[in-house]
C-alpha cells in the first residue's frame, strides 16, 4: 500500500476538561517511555504518538490535525512529524459542535482519499488494527470499516450492533443501558463518506449552532446507515482499547506501560 493512498485524520480541538486542570493538552500527556530518536535512551511517550504511529505503519503518510486555537504546545512538540516517519498538517477548528465538524475542516483536503480515523486519547492494540480496517474495506468495497473492542462500560462508547458478515446494522451513542459488548474506536473510510459527511454537517449544523450540543462521528456514521451507505465492523476479540481521557483510565494506561 503506497502512502500516497491513505491520509490521517485526527480531531484534536477538545478542551480536555476530564482531565482539567492539566499542565499541557491532553494529547501531550506522557503515558510510558520510548527511545529517544537522537541517543536511543528511554524518554518519556506523548499518549497521542501511539495513534500517529499506528497510523504511519498503515501506510498514511499525510496526517492532518484539526486543533482548537491556543493548543500550541501540540505542533511546537511534534513538529512537521519527521521523526515519526509522517508528513503532519495543523488546520484549526471553526465549528466547535463535535469532532465531526472539526474533521470536516479538512475535508478539501482529504476529498478522494480513503481515510484512517482515531481519538488521540485512546490506546488500541493489535498493532495491525488500521491495516486490517483497510484491508476488510478494499474486500467488501464498505464505505466505513469501523474497528470494534470489548469495552465493560457501555455508557462510555458508540456500541455497535452486529449483523451477518460483519455489517453494522446500528450504533448507539454511548447508551444508559445495553447488552451489547462492542463499541467502536477507530475506523476507515473513502471518499462516498467523506461527501456524506461534508453534506450532513452543513444540513444539520444549524440546530447544533442553536441547542450548544455536540455531535459525535459515532451519529454521523449512523445517519449514514440510515442514507443506505454501507459500513462493516472488524472485531478485536483479543485486543484491546482504553480511554484515556478520564483519571481513572489515565491511571491504568500509565501503570500498564510504564
Known sequence: MKASDVVGLIPAAGL?????????SKELFPVGFAPHPEHGEPHPKAVSQYLLEHMQRAGAGQVYVILRKGKWDIPD????????????AYLIMQKPYGSPFSLDQAYTFVRGQRVVFGFPDILFEPEDAFEQLLQRQEQTGADVVLGCFKVPHPHKWDMVEVGEGGEVKNILHKPAVSNLTYGWAIASWGPRFTEFMHQHLQQVEEQFHTSGKELSVGEVVQAAILKGLRVQGVYFDTGNCLDVGTPEDLLKAIHTLS
Do not use: A
Request: overall charge neutral; hydrophobic content about 30%.
Open 16 to 24: 480536555g476538561s476530564r482531565l482539567s486542570p492539566l499542565p499541557c
Open 77 to 88: 512538540y511534534f513538529g512537521d512529524g519527521s521523526q515519526l516517519g509522517l508528513q503532519l
